[in-house]
C-alpha cells in the first residue's frame, strides 16, 4: 500500500494522542541512507510505520552516509569565505533577512533559548546564490527531504517560504570549537518538524579528540554516541528526547579561528519572527534567560 503524507501525519496524530512524548533515549540503532530513501520513495507503509513507532518509543537512529563525503569541504570553504567577506552579526528572522554568521561566547549564548559555546552560519533558502551554497543546499535536501516525509511533512514542504508565511527552512552549519564548544541539555520544538535530523561534519579522534554528541538515558546518564558517528552521518530522533553536545577538547585553548574541530549541518522548520509567541527550542539546564532572539 503507498502511505500518503496524510497518512503519515495522521498516524503520528493516533500515537502521539496516545502515549506521553519520549524523554530519554531507549535505543540507538543504524540503518543506511539508501533503505530509507528507497522505503520512503516507494511510500512503503510497513517500514515507515515501524520507524515512526520506534522513534516516538525512545529509539534514536545513526543514518549512515545520508550525505556525500565532499560536503564536508564545502561547508569548510563556506565557513572560511563567509568569515573573510563578513564581520559576525545578527538579523532577525524577517522578510530579506540576509544570510550571516555569528559566534555564540558564554555572554552572546545567554541571549538565547539555549546555551550553546558555538560559531554559528545561517543559511535561507531565498538567498542561495552561489556555486558553494547551492552545492550545501543541494547535499542537505538529498537527505532532509526524506526526514520531512517521515515527520508527516510534505517532502518540499516549506523549502519556498519566505519569513512572512509564517514558518521557514534554515539551514545551519555549526563549529563546536576545541576547548569550549558545546551544547547543553535541551529538547527541540516538535509542532513544524516531529523528527529532529543533523548531518555530521567531523570525526572524533580526527578532528577532536574528546566531548561530542549525547542523548539521556532513563537513568539521565549520558549516552556519548559520537565514536559510532562518521563524516556523511545523520542522527534522527523524536524532538522531545533530551540531548545535547558535550564540551569539546576541554583542555584544549579555545581558539575561534580554528578550523580544526567538530563540524555539523542542522537543519530546522522555524517560526520565524512574524510568528506570534514562535516556539522554540527549550533548555533544561537553567543556564540562559530563555530570551527568544535567536
Not at 185 to 212: A, C, T, W, Y
Request: aromatic letters at 14%.
Amino acid at each position: 500500500m503507498s502511505f500518503s503524507t496524510k497518512n503519515i501525519n495522521d498516524f503520528w496524530n493516533k500515537i502521539e494522542l496516545k502515549n506521553s512524548p519520549p524523554k530519554f533515549v531507549k535505543k540507538v540503532s543504524v540503518i543506511d541512507f539508501e533503505i530509507l530513501k528507497k522505503n520512503c520513495r516507494e511510500k512503503k507503509e510497513f517500514f515507515i510505520k515501524s520507524i515512526i513507532k520506534r522513534m516516538y518509543s525512545g529509539e534514536a537512529f545513526i543514518v549512515r552516509n545520508a550525505a556525500k563525503k565532499n560536503l564536508k569541504d564545502i561547508v569548510l570553504k563556506l565557513a572560511k569565505s563567509y568569515d573573510k567577506k563578513y564581520k559576525p552579526s545578527f538579523h532577525k528572522m524577517l522578510d530579506n533577512t540576509p544570510n550571516f554568521h555569528r559566534i555564540y561566547d558564554k555572554e552572546v549564548t545567554k541571549k538565547y533559548s539555549l546555551y550553546a559555546i558555538k560559531h554559528s552560519y545561517f543559511f535561507y533558502n531565498w538567498n542561495i546564490k552561489t556555486k558553494l551554497e547551492k552545492k550545501l543546499k543541494e547535499g542537505v535536501y538529498r537527505h532532509w527531504r526524506y526526514i520531512k516525509y517521515l515527520a508527516g511533512n510534505g517532502m518540499y514542504q516549506y523549502e519556498k517560504n519566505i519569513p512572512s508565511d509564517g514558518q521557514i527552512d534554515r539551514l545551519q552549519i555549526v563549529n563546536y570549537p576545541r576547548g569550549g564548544g558545546e551544547l547543553r541539555d535541551h529538547v527541540d520544538p516538535r509542532q513544524n518538524q516531529r523528527v529532529v535530523s543533523g548531518l555530521i561534519m567531523s570525526k572524533i579522534g580526527e578532528d577532536f579528540n574528546s566531548g561530542g554528541f549525547y542523548f539521556r538515558d532513563k537513568n539521565n546518564k549520558k549516552i556519548n554516541i559520537e565514536k559510532e558517528l562518521e563524516i556523511g552521518d545523520s542522527v534522527i530522533f523524536y524532538g522531545s528526547i533530551i540531548h545535547g553536545v558535550d564540551v569539546v577538547d576541554k583542555t584544549a585553548k579555545l581558539n575561534w579561528k580554528s578550523y580544526q574541530s567538530r563540524w555539523f549541518i542542522g537543519m530546522f522548520v522555524n517560526d520565524s519572527n512574524h510568528v506570534k509567541n514562535r516556539v522554540t527550542a527549550k533548555d533544561l539546564t537553567g543556564s540562559v534567560a530563555n530570551k527568544k532572539t535567536g
